[in-house]
C-alpha cells in the first residue's frame, strides 16, 4: 500500500485566491514529482525534485512554485489561482528505478 | 531523449474479449518498465513492471513483457473484465535519470 497522501482531495476557489496543494510520503523516496492530469488524460509534469532543497520545473510550463524543505514534504502553491488552473494534480515519488507511487490527487476548481 | 508512444484509444471491448494495448519507449539509457491503471477519481497505481530484457511482469491477469529488441512492453490480458474498465498508462525510468516518462495513457472500456 502505497504512503503517499495529497489533501485536499477537492478543492473550489475562487479567482486570485492563492492556494497550497499538499503532497506527503512516508517511504523517504528521493525523487517527487507533480503532474497536472488534463481531461484528455495525458500527464503533464510540472515539476520535480530529486532531494531536498532541490527543485526543478518539468516539461509543461506552469505558474505554480514547489519548495522541498523535509524529505517527506512537496507542496505545490499557486499565488493567484485562475480558472485556467483547473485541473486534477497528481503527485509522486520515486526511489531509483523502482516504482513509482502515487497519491490519489488533487482535483482543482477555480471559479 | 527519453519518450513513451501508447496505442491510442479509446478502446471499447466486450466482456470476455482479448485485450493487446500496445507501448513502445525511447530511452537514452537502460530503463525499467511499467504499467500503472487509474480508476474513475483516482491516482495512478502500479499494475506491473519489469526491470530487464525478458522480464515478464504480470498482475490480475495482466502480463507485458520487456521486449529490448523491439523497445516495446505490450499489455496484454486474456479476458477482460467490466471491473477492467479504466486508464492505462505505460510509463519509464531511466536508471540514474531524474524523471520518470509516461504515454499519453489509453482509456479501456469493457461493456457487459
Known amino acids: 500500500e502505497a504512503d503517499i497522501y495529497q489533501t485536499p482531495r477537492y478543492l473550489v476557489i475562487g479567482t486570485g485566491k492563492k492556494i497550497t496543494l499538499e503532497c506527503s510520503q512516508t517511504m523517504g523516496h528521493d525523487k517527487m514529482y507533480w503532474y497536472q492530469q488534463d481531461p484528455g488524460m495525458e500527464l503533464h509534469l510540472i515539476h520535480y525534485?530529486?532531494?531536498?532543497?532541490?527543485?526543478e520545473k518539468g516539461d509543461l510550463s506552469s505558474e505554480s512554485t514547489v519548495s522541498r524543505i523535509r524529505t517527506e514534504h512537496f507542496p505545490l502553491t499557486l499565488e493567484s489561482a485562475r480558472p485556467s488552473h483547473t485541473s486534477q494534480y497528481l503527485c509522486?515519488?520515486?526511489?531509483?528505478?523502482?516504482?513509482?507511487?502515487f497519491g490519489q490527487g488533487t482535483r482543482l476548481t477555480v471559479v | 531523449g527519453n519518450s513513451v508512444t501508447q496505442m491510442e484509444g479509446p478502446v471499447t471491448l466486450s466482456e470476455e474479449a482479448f485485450l493487446t494495448i500496445n507501448c513502445t519507449y525511447t530511452a537514452t539509457g537502460y530503463p525499467s518498465l511499467f504499467w500503472y491503471v487509474q480508476y474513475p477519481g483516482e491516482g495512478l497505481q502500479l499494475l506491473l513492471k519489469?526491470?530487464?530484457?525478458?522480464d515478464k511482469g504480470s498482475n490480475k491477469g495482466f502480463e507485458a513483457t520487456y521486449r529490448k529488441e523491439t523497445t516495446s512492453f505490450h499489455l496484454e490480458k486474456g479476458s477482460v473484465q467490466v471491473s477492467d474498465s479504466a486508464v492505462y498508462f505505460c510509463g519509464i525510468i531511466i536508471q540514474g535519470a531524474q524523471k520518470l516518462v509516461f504515454g499519453q495513457g489509453t482509456r479501456l472500456t469493457i461493456n457487459p
Open positions: 509522486a515519488s520515486s526511489d531509483r528505478v523502482h516504482e513509482a507511487f
Open positions: 525534485s530529486y532531494g531536498v532543497n532541490s527543485t
Open positions: 519489469a526491470t530487464k530484457a525478458d
